[in-house]
């Protein structure tokens, strides 16, 4: 069982935060980043409308060959993304955490604008030490 990487990503599908959790992962630009982020804004947002029982949250899950994405859609729209291990079971409650952390840490921070990328060295720190070193 493996975390391999965050992403927060705003309400308009802009990349606002991302740090890997393991070596081995494809080396991409923060150009790639920011395409992937957008690109899965737009996947969620399709999804959400596909609901056949009316409206749906989007995607939550999207499993690879290797990986799963879990997604946290919170109210304000902004999403939480985790890359792991397929057998990686504790993802729901650790992006859960990961979303208070942003609340206390960036949200609550006087100088922080919101929709822009987080520079916080409370919330680095309270995320190493939820789920681990990692390379920033």
């Given at each position: 069982?493996?975390?391999?990487?965050?992403?927060?990503?705003?309400?308009?599908?802009?990349?606002?935060?991302?740090?890997?959790?393991?070596?081995?992962?494809?080396?991409?630009?923060?150009?790639?980043?920011?395409?992937?982020?957008?690109?899965?804004?737009?996947?969620?947002?399709?999804?959400?409308?596909?609901?056949?029982?009316?409206?749906?949250?989007?995607?939550?899950?999207?499993?690879?060959?290797?990986?799963?994405?879990?997604?946290?859609?919170?109210?304000?729209?902004?999403?939480?993304?985790?890359?792991?291990?397929?057998?990686?079971?504790?993802?729901?409650?650790?992006?859960?955490?990961v979303?208070?952390?942003?609340?206390?840490?960036?949200?609550?921070?006087?100088?922080?604008?919101?929709?822009?990328?987080?520079?916080?060295?409370?919330?680095d720190?309270?995320?190493?030490?939820?789920?681990?070193?990692?390379?920033?």
């Amino acid at each position: 069982m493996a975390i391999f990487s965050l992403w927060v990503i705003n309400k308009a599908g802009g990349l606002v935060y991302q740090r890997n959790f393991a070596d081995g992962l494809a080396q991409l630009t923060s150009n790639e980043y920011l395409v992937l982020a957008g690109t899965l804004h737009g996947i969620h947002a399709i999804t959400s409308r596909l609901s056949p029982t009316g409206s749906g949250s989007g995607a939550q899950v999207i499993e690879g060959e290797t990986f799963k994405m879990t997604i946290l859609l919170t109210a304000t729209g902004t999403k939480f993304v985790l890359l792991t291990s397929l057998a990686e079971a504790t993802a729901d409650s650790v992006l859960q955490r990961v979303y208070e952390a942003y609340a206390d840490a960036v949200m609550k921070n006087p100088f922080h604008t919101p929709e822009m990328p987080v520079r916080s060295e409370g919330f680095d720190t309270r995320i190493t030490s939820l789920i681990g070193t990692g390379q920033p």
